[in-house]
Nanobody, 124 residues
């Protein structure tokens, strides 16, 4: 089970931190990813972390603004989002699976375990 929290309404340029608490998987062994889906658009990968070494990857549009971290003791990951833009508005989902994060592609298809999503709205 994956449970996201921390979404909300924020003004452009503001910050939010999303959390994802995972049960049934050990983040020391399963990769974690964050995805988002805006109205009328396909779900897209935003960031992921490789379990074996904790290496994070980011898609170009969020590189330098988003930071993914994990607390393996709590089996929780965090997505810190700074300098938010209106185009970041979406439902954000966390997902986990094995050997699915390498930073070379951002399709949601390899990921089979999903949270319920958390709405992030960036608006003035």
């Amino acid at each position: 089970q994956l449970v996201e929290s921390g979404g909300g309404l924020v003004q452009p340029g503001g910050s939010l931190t999303l959390s994802c608490t995972v049960s049934g998987f050990n983040l020391d062994y399963s990769d974690i990813g964050w995805f988002r889906q805006a109205p009328g658009k396909e779900r897209e990968g935003v960031s992921c972390m490789r379990s074996r070494d904790g290496m994070p990857f980011y898609r170009d549009s969020v590189q330098g603004r988003f930071t993914l971290s994990r607390d393996t003791a709590k089996n929780t990951v965090y997505l810190r989002m700074n300098s938010l833009k209106t185009e970041d508005t979406a439902v954000y989902y966390c997902a986990t699976d094995y050997w699915t994060c390498d930073g070379s592609e951002w399709s949601p298809e390899p990921w089979n375990n999903w949270g319920q999503g958390s709405q992030v709205t960036v608006s003035s």
